[in-house]
């Protein structure tokens, strides 16, 4: 591994709902950020944000994380990361018309995919690894597609996003180019932030 650990983990089957629910999922997300922390090393401390929400590296270490309904994904690294999970789902078609454009789409379609989701998760990773939000979307694009990562750009900068298809979600993680992730997925929710990934 040179790369970050991408911690994945479910939620708790049995979830409260509302508020609770919320506060639940970003507590387990935090947690996979602490397990990647504890298996790399990291001396990070807190997980602050400031006032945009965007995530601020601690001790020199930058953190991200992701929350959809049934898991949570989370890592840790030195430089600048960003992380998304989503499960699969029936999709809007307007929805697809938003975050493809006709080249992307063509990218997808030359391979039998739709290519819906790793866009989705993709374009968010990058979103996230730049700091920004969705209004920065139109600034995210894909140039090529591979098996297990897509070659973005934001704006003109290159950035290699890494992804992990799995039969019901797709994880994806935008670092630096030469810079490959490890993933870790765990069966179980993670108990404790002190849970080390192995
Ligand atoms: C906020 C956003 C960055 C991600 O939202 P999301 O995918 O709904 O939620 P996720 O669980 O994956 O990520 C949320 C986490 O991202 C982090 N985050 C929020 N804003 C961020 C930013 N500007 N930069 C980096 N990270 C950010 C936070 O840690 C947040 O979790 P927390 O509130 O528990 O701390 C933003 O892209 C958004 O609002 N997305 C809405 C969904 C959508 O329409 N996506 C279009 C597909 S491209």
Redesign the pocket.
């Known amino acids: 591994m040179n790369g970050p650990l991408v911690v994945i983990a479910p939620l708790p089957q049995v979830l409260p709902r509302g508020r609770e629910r919320v506060e639940l999922?970003?507590d387990h997300?935090?947690r996979a950020v602490w397990a990647s922390a504890a298996a790399q090393g990291s001396p990070i401390a807190e997980?602050r944000?400031d006032s945009?929400?965007?995530?601020q590296p601690s001790r020199g270490w930058h953190w991200?994380?992701?929350?959809?309904p049934a898991r949570v994904a989370g890592t840790v690294w030195p430089s600048s990361i960003?992380v998304?999970?989503?499960e699969r789902r029936d999709i809007r078609p307007d929805l697809v018309d938003?975050?493809l454009d006709a080249e992307e789409l063509a990218l997808f379609a030359a391979r039998g995919e739709d290519g819906f989701l790793r866009?989705?998760t993709g374009?968010?990773a990058l979103?996230?690894?730049?700091?920004?939000?969705?209004q920065a979307?139109s600034r995210?694009r894909i140039v090529r597609v591979a098996a297990q990562e897509l070659e973005m750009r934001f704006d003109d900068l290159p950035r290699i996003v890494h992804q992990r298809l799995f039969a019901d979600h797709v994880v994806s993680v935008c670092t630096p180019e030469g810079v490959q992730p490890s993933f870790v997925v765990y069966e179980r929710p993670l108990e404790s932030r002190r849970e080390v990934a192995s």
Do not use: N, Y
Request: glycine share 8%; charged share 35%; aromatic share 6%.
């Open positions: 999922q970003r997300a935090r997980l944000k945009e929400d965007v995530p991200s994380l992701s929350h959809s960003g998304d999970v989503e938003r975050i866009t989705w374009k968010e979103l996230k690894e730049f700091g920004v939000g969705l979307l995210c």
